[in-house]
C-alpha cells in the first residue's frame, strides 16, 4: 500500500512538489482538494500516484484512480499531438484533471508553467501571457468566451495552441475563435481517460474508441485504474472486450471515418409527449442563437408532456423565439416549455455549469 497526501489544491507549488515525488514513486499518491475531503482514506494501492474526484453530474461524486504511467502517456501523446514540447500557462483549478495534465505536461518535457493564484480573470490572464509568453494553455468554454470579449486578446493569438475541453463548446463560440485568429482545438476525455484523449475528434496518442450500442467507449494507456474503494462502479464503466480494456463513458456519439462525434449524455435523453428528446441537442440549438451561447437546458416535470426541456439562461429571451428556433431544427416535442432567467449561471469548481443547482431552480 502506498501513503496518500491531501494536498490543498490552491497551493501551487505543493501540488505541483507532491505531484512530481507521486510520479516518480519518491512519494505518496496525491489527492488535490479544495479544502478538506470527506472520508478520505489513508492508504491506496501501490499503483496509484493521484487520486481526483469528479465535479460529477450526479449527487454522489466519483472518486478516480490513476497510476504514473497512465497520467505520463497522456502527457507524451500531447507532446506528440501539439508538434513538441513548451510552455504552459494554467488557469485551471488542481483538482480538475485538466489543470493537472497542465502540471504533468510540463513536468514531462522539462517545460515550465505559470500560474495565477488569484483564480481566473479573462484581464489578468492575458496581462499575464504579455509578461511571460508560452505556448501553450487549456481552458473551459466559458473561460474562453470571456477572453474573446477583451479589447487586446494579442497575447492569446501568439499562443501555439489553446485546448478547450471540459464541456461541448457553442459553435457561435468557436466561430468566434477562429475569426479572431486564435488556434484552439477542442478537446474530449474525462478524469478516468486522465484528461483530454481525443483531439478535433482523433484519438491521440494509443487511444482507441469505438461506440456500443450508442455509447461511447474508450481504451489506451492513458486509463484510470478505477474508482477508490468502489468497485461496483469500477466494474460497471471499466470493462474488457477481447483481452483490451474499454471505460464506459456517459456520453452517446458517432464514429464516421475514424473522427468522433459526441451528440449528448446517456442521461440526458428524455420522453416528452412518447417522443424522445436529447436535451444536449436542444442545448445546442438554443445555444446557436444570437446572445444565448452561455444558456443551459434542463429537464422539468410537466403535467401533460411528462418532461419538457427548459432553458436557464443570463440573457432574456422571448420563449416563442425559442420554442420556433428549436421546434424547426430539431421538432415540435425539443421545444422548450419555459425560460427561466437567471443573474448567473452556477458552476462547478471545473467551470462546467451545475446541472444539478439550475435543476433545482427550475424545479422551485
Aim: aromatic letters at 4%.
Amino acid at each position: 500500500m502506498r501513503e496518500l497526501l491531501v494536498v490543498d489544491s490552491r497551493d501551487t507549488v505543493a501540488v505541483a512538489t507532491a505531484l512530481r515525488a507521486a510520479l516518480t514513486a519518491d512519494g505518496p499518491a496525491v489527492f488535490p482538494y479544495e479544502g478538506t475531503p470527506a472520508d478520505a482514506p489513508d492508504t491506496v494501492e501501490q499503483r496509484v500516484a493521484l487520486v481526483v474526484e469528479t465535479s460529477g453530474s450526479t449527487a454522489r461524486p466519483k472518486r478516480v484512480a490513476l497510476g504514473a504511467d497512465a497520467l505520463l502517456a497522456s502527457a507524451a501523446a500531447a507532446d506528440s499531438a501539439l508538434g513538441g514540447p513548451g510552455d504552459w500557462a494554467l488557469a485551471l483549478p488542481l483538482h480538475y484533471i485538466a489543470g493537472i495534465n497542465v502540471v504533468v505536461r510540463a513536468m514531462a518535457s522539462d517545460s515550465d508553467f505559470t500560474a495565477d493564484e488569484g483564480g481566473f480573470d479573462a484581464g489578468r490572464f492575458v496581462d499575464a501571457l504579455r509578461r511571460h509568453p508560452v505556448a501553450y494553455t487549456s481552458l473551459v468554454p466559458a473561460q474562453l468566451a470571456r477572453l474573446v470579449e477583451l479589447d487586446d486578446i494579442d497575447p492569446l493569438r501568439a499562443l501555439d495552441r489553446i485546448l478547450i475541453g471540459g464541456q461541448a463548446m457553442p459553435l457561435s463560440l468557436a466561430a468566434r475563435a477562429l475569426e479572431l485568429g486564435l488556434n484552439i482545438t477542442r478537446t474530449y476525455g474525462s478524469s478516468e481517460t486522465s484528461g483530454g484523449c481525443v483531439w478535433d475528434g482523433v484519438p491521440i496518442g494509443n487511444t482507441e474508441a469505438r461506440i456500443v450500442d450508442g455509447r461511447v467507449e474508450l481504451a489506451g494507456s492513458v486509463l484510470a485504474h478505477g474508482y477508490l474503494d468502489d468497485p461496483v462502479r469500477t466494474a460497471a464503466a471499466f470493462v474488457e472486450h477481447d483481452g483490451r480494456r474499454w471505460y464506459r463513458t456517459d456520453d452517446t456519439g458517432r464514429l464516421v471515418d475514424g473522427v468522433l462525434s459526441v451528440t449528448g449524455r446517456v442521461d440526458d435523453v428524455i420522453v416528452s409527449g412518447g417522443v424522445k428528446v436529447s436535451l444536449a441537442e436542444v442545448e445546442s440549438a438554443v445555444r446557436g442563437m444570437p446572445g444565448l451561447s452561455g444558456a443551459v437546458v434542463v429537464a422539468a416535470a410537466h403535467p401533460e408532456w411528462g418532461e419538457t426541456p427548459v432553458v436557464v439562461t443570463e440573457v432574456p429571451v422571448a420563449l416563442d423565439d425559442v420554442r420556433q428556433a428549436v421546434g424547426a431544427a430539431l421538432g415540435r416535442a425539443a421545444a422548450p416549455s419555459r425560460v427561466v432567467v437567471v443573474a448567473g449561471i452556477p458552476l462547478l469548481s471545473s467551470g462546467k455549469p451545475d446541472r444539478l443547482s439550475l435543476a433545482e431552480i427550475v424545479r422551485q
